[in-house]
């Protein structure tokens, strides 16, 4: 089963003629997420051929332009396409009053339905679900209202061990029963604990998106564990003193992020302007988590599915 | 001086992976307009090496997302490269009301002052004017309230013939005369009457814009003799009545056109996404107008000096 990051754009606020805005495409068994949604996200799907028709929902971290001016026309070119599926859009408040002055100005018909879901920054919830995933909200510290999100696969189901079948009979029953978690009660009245015979096949994976923010402790107790692991790294780490005034981070602080929170793999990225070769922003951070890597437009992150046996 | 029309954008409301929304770059003696704003725009100015900073002045059509949506990010960008002059937008009501809510949402504290110049869309008038340029609007045919765009070249100043200058020994005071249209007095008296002395060295250039648009002989009778035209040609021309309907015009439209007003050039632009080659629409509007071009993205359209003598 798929599960897959793809990076749409990875710079800050100021965009360049090669370097986009923020914005990622997740894909877990072929379900697909926008995070954020930076000016041209529409055409950089496209380019990774994933047709915005096929998105189920979009998380938005904040309320920020270089976060969200993708946004706005990409709905109305689901209209164009004649998108008849709602659109399920995560994002802070006042996202509504935005999209109202988007229907109002731009879009008074739309085909399909936008569903806004209020994500409250300061909260850890649980804002998506389906049979493959949840989606948790990471409250984030920025100069605005923030949240980053957490994708988390679900626990697979039991799987029964082939030789406990063999050894002790089990029916159709039994198996149905012990992959509920169940002790099995045998033919000769022997009771089997469930732990005995059952084992979890793979473990869930997990990525979590942390951006724009200031290195946060709580954020990073609640990724702990994770796969993959972005974080902004917006400054090379001298320029502490600046992350810290306007709400961002340094290398070394995102490689912190990921130490702490035992995460396997980093990507850093909403890289200043400045950087006219974001190279040397990742090396630094390697100094302190080898497993660091850029978010490069059109790159793809992929965690591997994690057997257990 | 330059003279010069850059395609930054040719497709119609749906975008692709390759092919952006409707913009172009006017250059007219260095100073720089831009003329509509799909998504993306300011990208597609520093591909083409323009400074967003540079930019004079803005020309909105319509208040369709497509030829709008990139000029908010720009405004945006604008701020943070710290703009200090005055940025103008001349589009119709009611472009306040969105620059109210763009302020309020992303930009309550721009650096610089956009001053929103209102279009009358069903006016034909001068908006805007410096030493060398003016610029009109054309009432248009769309869906919405549109106006087209023609740049004009001032005339240029007459300047006096050398040879008369030598045959009747003309002075400084008599030169600067002459070059204000007045008649001259000879020392023994005789009158030379300007137009014997004096020639004109160019004639002014053009260039209308007109899109969206259905074909409109109005708006053919406003850009009479012009140098280059660049007219919408949404459809083929088997689609002509789709085309009437939904405000837009097929290529053979564009031609006739280009036909009646007496244009050097045609542009053709605004391209449906149905044509995967808009070759096959040039070559339908050649069988009428030799002279017609594609609005290929970055490609630059120069009219040349129009020197008389």
Redesign the interface.
């Known amino acids: 089963m798929t599960f897959k990051v793809t990076i749409l754009g990875a710079a800050s606020?100021?965009?360049?003629?090669?370097r986009?805005q923020t914005s990622q495409l997740v894909n877990v068994a072929e379900q697909f997420f926008l995070v954020d949604a930076g000016?041209?996200v529409?055409?950089?799907l496209?380019?990774v051929g994933v047709n915005p028709m096929r998105l189920t929902a979009v998380f938005i971290s904040h309320?920020?332009?270089?976060h969200l001016?993708?946004l706005?026309?990409m709905i109305?070119?689901l209209g164009?396409?004649g998108r008849k599926q709602p659109l399920h859009i995560y994002a802070p408040n006042?996202f509504g009053?935005?999209l109202e002055?988007h229907y109002r100005?731009?879009?008074p018909e739309l085909p399909y339905e936008i569903v806004w879901h209020e994500v409250h920054t300061t909260q850890h919830e649980l804002l998506f679900e389906n049979n493959a995933l949840e989606v948790w909200s990471i409250p984030l510290r920025h100069r605005v209202p923030t949240a980053g999100f957490l994708f988390r696969e679900k626990p697979a189901g039991l799987n029964v061990d082939k030789e406990a079948i063999e050894r002790y009979g089990l029916g159709v029953a039994q198996i149905t029963a012990a992959k509920r978690g169940e002790d099995i009660t045998l033919e000769d009245g022997r009771v089997v604990a469930n732990g005995d015979i059952t084992y979890t096949p793979r473990a869930p994976r997990s990525y979590a998106y942390l951006s724009d923010t200031n290195y946060s402790g709580k954020a990073v107790s609640l990724v702990k564990g994770v796969d993959l692991l972005y974080h902004e790294a917006t400054y090379a780490d001298d320029m502490r003193s600046d992350a810290k005034k306007r709400g961002h981070s340094t290398t070394l602080q995102a490689a912190r992020a990921a130490v702490e929170s035992g995460a396997g793999r980093l990507i850093i990225g909403h890289f200043s302007s400045r950087y006219k070769e974001p190279e040397v922003l990742v090396e630094e951070c390697r100094t302190l988590f080898p497993e660091s890597y850029l978010a490069e437009e059109y790159k793809s992150f992929e965690i591997e599915e994690k057997k257990l046996r």
Chains 1, 2 share one sequence.
Not at 13 to 18: I, R, V, W
Not at 63 to 66: I, K, N, S, V
């Open positions: 606020a100021k965009p360049s003629a090669t986009h000016e041209g529409q055409s950089r496209m380019r309320l920020h332009g270089d001016f993708g706005f026309p109305s070119s164009l396409m006042p009053e935005m002055n100005y731009f879009d």
